[in-house]
């Protein structure tokens, strides 16, 4: 089933069509990773998929509802969370209060300082802290639960973002590069922290440069180039596809 559709969405920046009549599908249960070069479009896709920007055209429908205009934090009510191709972490905070903080939207209180100070029952915390425990512990980043974000070292620090999005309990969560900046091994358990996520329930997008991880992780991929959708289809058909290999993966296979 078709949990997110995304119909000839287009975005224009004065004469630039940085997202260019796109229309993609995402079924329930599935990774779907979205690639192409810099500056083809995809962060501008997942602006217009969570309220942070507005398309000048075409739809975005989940779970068969119309999202496009939402707010962002209605859209995370909806059930889409996001990470940012830049990590936005509480530096001050620590790792599981920025989890704590990311709950916000299912908890009573509505605002994100709140989250510390709120007016919990005593179960509600409890069930609050273990959950945010579980999320950590999830991303394996448990042992950084009570270091303040801004002395995580950077591949913990995008594994902890993965972790505060999912503290919304989203259906469909969306990942901006989160490979960027991790050496192999992080980027090994990755792979197997998606696969993690998926198997909870969660459907996902992921846009990503790292091939190696796109061709493992995913069943199908969106290639998306000067903000066309040039090809769609499960990795060994992308892989071998004329159209992504001339604007993308290069002749020689650079990227596989
Ligand atoms: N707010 C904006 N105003 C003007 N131009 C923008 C804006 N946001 C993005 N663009 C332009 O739109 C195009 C697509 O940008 P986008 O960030 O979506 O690309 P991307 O595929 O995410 O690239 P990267 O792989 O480098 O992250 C680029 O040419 C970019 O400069
Ligand atoms: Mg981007």
């Known amino acids: ?83 940012f191709q830049n ?23 509505g605002l994100v300082g709140g989250a510390l100070r709120m007016p919990w029952t005593v179960a509600e915390e409890r ?15 448990e042992q950084y639960a009570q270091t303040h974000a801004a002395d995580i070292p950077h591949g913990m620090r995008r594994l902890l973002e993965i972790a505060r999005a999912l503290a919304a309990e989203p259906r469909l969560l969306l990942l901006d590069e989160p490979a960027a900046g991790l050496n192999n091994f992080e980027t090994q358990s990755l792979s197997k922290t998606l696969y993690k996520i998926r198997d909870e329930g969660v459907t996902l997008v992921v846009v990503e440069h790292d091939m190696g991880l796109v061709m493992e992780v995913s069943e199908e991929i969106v290639v998306i180039d000067q903000g066309r959708k040039i090809a769609e289809g499960p990795p060994l058909l992308i ?17 596989v």
Do not use: C, W
């Open 127 to 141: 069930r609050a802290l273990e959950r945010a425990s579980y999320l950590l512990r999830l991303v394996g980043a």
């Open 1 to 83: 089933m078709s949990l997110l559709a995304i119909r000839d969405l287009t975005r224009r920046f004065g004469g630039l069509v940085a997202v260019d009549g796109v229309s993609f599908d995402v079924h329930e249960g599935t990774i779907k990773a979205v690639i192409g070069p810099n500056g083809a479009g995809k962060s501008t896709l997942f602006n217009l998929m969570t309220g942070f920007d507005r398309p000048d055209a075409g739809a975005v429908s989940f779970d068969g509802r119309d999202i496009v205009g939402m707010r962002p934090h209605k859209v995370v009510a909806a059930g889409i969370s996001r990470t």
């Open 87 to 109: 990590t936005q972490l509480f530096e001050e905070l620590t790792a599981l209060e920025n989890v704590l903080v990311g709950m916000h939207t299912r908890l009573r209180t």
């Open 239 to 255: 892989q071998k596809d004329a159209a992504v290999i001339e604007a993308y993966l290069g002749e020689e296979g650079a990227y």
